[in-house]
């Protein structure tokens, strides 16, 4: 295998690398995140290279079953379906995958679905701290990297303004709800963010935003935030 150089993470609409084959080779141990200055970026390098010597051959089928435990753990309950799709992998894979950690499940009804939760899992769910405060998660966020996409967003149109093909904006959460999609561009030190709410804000609710527009303007490279509503 070449070296793998200058393959970047997913990032807007010029991503080079698609974020399954990132869990993919991840599973496979062949390359490594050699640096991380480029925040929502990274440079892998071939493990062996950056380390010196090859590394011990993974087990494949326990990287396999921990992706899945923790795949579970950050978007559970969930189905055999949506893993599929969330890896790009065949149904047959999954089932196996599944099949192999199927004592550490339960089953729980969703709506009118049956789906699968790691039982360790069960009690921190049962009893959920309540969300707070003003998000502005960026596109490709892991959160919005759910497959139950519609319980997130039950109106399909909202789905669209959120997850395009290409140049998908972020979320706007506050207090764990989605209200609005956001955007943002950088103008010499100032970071300028557009919001497009999904109903009304609040007075309140616009003060926080702007308190957050301004915590995240030093991680892209400016000074302060210019916050425009659109209403």
């Excluded at 071939?46 to 795949?71: C, H, K, M, V």
């Excluded at 192999?100 to 699968?116: D, F, G, K, N, Y």
Aim: neutral net charge; hydrophobic residues 40%.
């Amino acid at each position: 295998m070449p070296e793998i150089r200058g393959l970047s993470r997913p990032s807007g609409a010029h991503a080079d690398l698609p974020e399954p084959l990132f869990r993919a080779i991840g599973q496979r141990g062949v390359v490594c995140i050699a640096d991380t200055r480029r925040m929502t970026d990274a440079i892998l390098a071939r493990t062996d290279q950056w380390l010196g010597e090859p590394p011990p051959p993974p087990d494949q089928n326990g990287a396999s079953a921990e992706l899945l435990r923790r795949y579970l753990r950050c978007y559970g309950p969930s189905t055999q379906r949506a893993f599929a799709e969330w890896t790009l992998r065949s149904a047959a894979d999954v089932r196996t995958t599944f099949e192999a950690i199927m004592s550490e499940l339960v089953e729980i009804r969703v709506e009118r679905t049956v789906e699968l939760l790691l039982a360790a899992d069960i009690d921190d769910l049962a009893s959920p701290a309540e969300p707070t405060g003003v998000r502005l998660l960026p596109a490709h966020d892991p959160f919005l990297q759910q497959r139950d996409r519609h319980r997130l967003l039950p109106d399909s149109e909202l789905r669209k303004r959120l997850w395009r093909p290409v140049g998908s904006p972020g979320l706007v959460l506050i207090d764990g709800q989605a209200k609005a999609i956001w955007s943002s561009h950088r103008e010499g030190k100032t970071l300028r963010i557009t919001v497009d709410p999904f109903g009304p804000l609040r007075k309140s609710e616009r003060h926080a935003i702007s308190d957050e527009a301004d915590s995240i303007a030093p991680l892209r490279g400016a000074d302060q935030s210019a916050l425009t509503v659109n209403e």
